[in-house]
């Protein structure tokens, strides 16, 4: 198994920033996707960004922005770690929900790679 940790959330005024980190843990694994999503109250969860490396990638990382923030948010990852970091800029009320972190990770010896989700972690953005 793989475990997932988050952590950076907090309260911030609008136009703030936070960075997020996300952690991946465990034995014999290589990361494929990490990324983080978001869910508000009675909402579902939606992508935030991504960072793909696989095949389809040639093992080069490859970013993927929701549209609503472009420009604003940051995603990075520290592979030798299995980290993830998301710095999100210029932050707006409508970003207010729990970020979630989300792991594609291929446990070495099995078939198919698994998705491995944090606990999350509360980011409430005030006007």
């Known amino acids: 198994q793989v475990h997932v940790v988050e952590s950076g959330g907090g309260l911030v005024q609008a136009g703030g920033s936070l960075r997020l980190s996300c952690a991946a843990s465990?034995?014999?694994?290589?990361?494929?996707?990490m990324g983080w999503y978001r869910q508000a109250p009675g909402k579902p969860r939606e992508l935030v960004a991504t960072?793909?490396?696989?095949?389809?990638?040639?093992?080069?990382?490859?970013?993927n922005y929701a549209d609503s923030v472009k420009g604003r948010f940051t995603i990075s990852r520290d592979n030798a770690k299995n980290t993830v970091l998301l710095q999100m800029n210029g932050l707006k009320p409508e970003g207010t929900a729990v970020y979630y972190c989300r792991t594609q990770a291929l446990i070495w010896g099995d078939a198919r790679p698994g998705d491995y989700w944090g606990q999350g972690t509360q980011v409430t953005v005030s006007s």
């Open positions: 960072i793909t490396r696989d095949a389809s990638t040639n093992y080069a990382d490859s970013v």
């Open positions: 465990g034995n014999s694994f290589s990361t494929l996707l």
